[in-house]
């Protein structure tokens, strides 16, 4: 099981339309802080903060995303992303107690992060994303080259810095 879920990292909300989602959040007064293709999940991601957590808009970028199928059925709130402190370990014992999970394996998520899903089923009905907290990343990397990161230096992903 999760030892320490450690907070509530982001809410997924499905968009047919990115930019106009993201217009759309602005005008209520949100800041959109970071968006980004997340070839894996054939999604466009956009985040906007709320405290130390985050929603996350998604747009599909294919017709055979799973965000694009969704949308066939309806819209809003696709997934709830909690954060957790060791993945491999929270998914070797939800196996051992027969949860029904998405991700046998840690995969790789938006931003460089390790995620898995876990089953609707295994929740009572909403689509559970683990996440695992960002190794943190060494100065020497932080230099990097062109592509290393989508973040200037300085702005480490994660919790804000205090
Ligand atoms: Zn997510």
Do not use: N, Y
């Not at 054939?42 to 906007?48: D, E, G, S, T």
């Not at 969704?70 to 107690?97: I, P, S, Y």
């Not at 996440?131 to 080259?145: Q, V």
Request: net charge positive; glycine share 12%.
């Amino acid at each position: 099981m999760i030892k320490r879920p450690l907070k509530i990292d982001h809410l997924g909300i499905a968009v047919p339309d990115l930019g106009e989602a993201t217009k759309a959040w602005e005008a209520l007064g949100f800041t959109v802080e970071a968006a980004h293709d997340v070839p894996t999940e054939k999604v466009k991601a956009a985040f906007l903060p709320i405290g130390e957590s985050h929603l996350e808009l998604l747009q599909p970028t294919d017709p055979t995303s799973v965000i694009a199928k969704f949308l066939e059925r309806r819209r809003g709130l696709h997934h709830v992303c909690v954060l957790v402190e060791d993945l491999e370990a929270t998914l070797r014992e939800m196996k051992a107690r027969g949860v029904r999970l998405i991700d046998q394996e840690p995969r790789p998520g938006a931003g460089g992060c390790r995620v898995a899903f876990v089953h609707p089923d295994a929740t009572g009905g909403v689509l559970l994303e683990l996440k695992e907290r960002a190794p943190r990343r060494t100065p020497a990397r932080l230099g990097g080259g062109p592509g290393s990161g989508r973040r200037p230096p300085g702005r480490p992903p994660g919790p804000a810095t205090t």
